[in-house]
């Protein structure tokens, strides 16, 4: 009996990840907002201001004191100047006085409502206000967004461009956010080839690592993209452990299964640790994960889908948590848009094109073309579409979930 778990459940393996993740967990480093999208919260942020910070207008229009106007029928009002946005003019406004006023202006002292340009009448040297024009109508109230001292973004959050765009308004010039991970990544086999050189028999270009490359990429992550590991187990050794001394994280792409060319168990277990190896998932099943010197290692299988559905899964598990990130993923489901019958008991990932229904929800449809090799398919689609361990016939219809990419 092996000393480490081995087909074990998504869901574990999941866990497995975030502990090691946890135990290793990146420091953090003070960046300007602008540079911070896309980036992991290292603390929780408050306001240092109110927002808005003063009493403003919300359209354009004229200011006055409420109590100027008639209780029936229309009130016309002396206009004694005007106030833009921008610097407070220290106008002062008295009963049954009005300023110009427009969007974002703060209010003169005296005035507390606004009337929209639209439904005002500009005579001579005055203006109409029509009646039934609320107290305190078209204006913004100092703090009614946020308050001074109140806690706006929490601990763990994601950058997304609103968040930056707060941090912007309320003056934060910078934000404290995990560091990123260093990411290598390594692709195996004797029998790859770079995209542009001819091809012999029985060799295959290498998609893999432009597929993990830019899956990487669009987590916002820099990966390192290191030469194709041959079958040598000496000089795998040798380039793995140089990567393990130097990055947070290390990803491979082929050479996990218990063939004669397989040399990345052995490897992982004689020079540092198995968390795991196997999962009950199809594509994917013999992943291996653990940690070498400063690195954790996540090593893929090398069938191309393999490669994508583990690395959306486990992979992305693997870097949040190294980042401290606490806010879920969306989760995503939709009615399958054909009948499946799937009849083996480990968790599947098939590839289906996610679209509107047209009533207001979500349609997946499977692609029939589901073995592990056929990257054609995931091309085709755009997300996975996950159906849990056990054997079971789907109907069109059902509800599944659903991962996009």
């Not at 999208?37 to 919300?58: K, Q, Y």
């Not at 954790?296 to 959306?312: D, E, K, Q, R, Y």
């Not at 190294?322 to 054909?338: F, I, K, T, Y």
Request: proline content about 7%; glycine content about 12%.
């Amino acid at each position: 009996m092996s000393a480490y778990p081995t087909r074990i459940a998504v869901d574990e393996a999941i866990a497995l990840i975030r502990d090691a993740a946890r135990s290793r967990r990146l420091g953090s480093e003070s960046l300007a907002f602008n540079r911070a999208s896309g980036r992991v919260l290292a603390d929780a942020v408050r306001a240092p201001i109110d927002l808005p910070s003063f009493d403003n207008s919300r359209m354009d229009g004229v200011a006055f004191a409420h109590a100027s106007l008639a209780s029936e029928g229309p009130t016309r009002l002396r206009l004694v100047g005007q106030q833009y946005a921008g610097v407070a003019q220290g106008l002062r406004v008295g009963p049954g006085e009005c300023v110009r006023i427009t969007t974002g202006a703060p209010l003169p002292e005296g005035t507390d409502t606004v009337a929209i340009r639209e439904d005002i009448i500009e005579t001579d040297g005055g203006i109409e206000v029509p009646a039934g024009v609320r107290p305190g109508a078209d204006v913004r109230r100092i703090g009614e967004d946020v308050t001074a001292g109140t806690q706006v973004m929490r601990k763990g959050q994601v950058l997304t461009p609103a968040r930056i765009g707060l941090a912007a308004a309320l003056g934060l010039a910078t934000l404290p956010v995990a560091r990123r991970p260093t990411v290598a990544v390594f692709t195996t086999g004797d029998e790859l080839v770079e995209p542009g050189l001819p091809l012999r028999p029985g060799q295959i270009y290498n998609s893999n690592r432009d597929l993990l490359m830019g899956l990487l990429r669009a987590e916002g992550l820099e990966p390192t993209a290191w030469p194709t590991l041959r079958d040598d187990p000496e000089r795998m050794q040798v380039m793995l452990a140089d990567a393990a001394s130097a990055f947070d994280v290390v990803i491979t792409s082929g050479g996990v299964s218990a063939g004669q060319k397989d040399h990345l168990p052995g490897l992982l277990g004689a020079h540092g640790r198995i968390a795991f190896w196997k999962v009950r998932m199809k594509p994917g099943m013999p992943v291996l994960f653990g940690e070498w010197d400063r690195a954790l290692f996540l090593c893929l299988p090398g069938n191309p889908v393999s490669t994508l559905a583990t690395l959306l899964t486990l992979g992305r598990a693997l870097l949040d948590g190294l980042q401290g990130r606490d806010e879920s993923r969306p989760a995503w489901q939709a009615h399958l848009g054909a009948a499946w019958r799937k009849g083996h008991a480990r968790l599947e990932f098939l590839r289906g094109e996610l679209m509107p229904d047209g009533r207001g929800g979500l349609r997946v449809l499977p692609n029939a073309a589901d073995a592990s090799h056929q990257l054609r398919a995931a091309a085709d689609s755009n997300a996975l579409i996950v159906l849990p361990e056990g054997v079971h016939d789907y109907a069109e219809g059902d509800v599944v979930d659903v991962i996009p990419y």
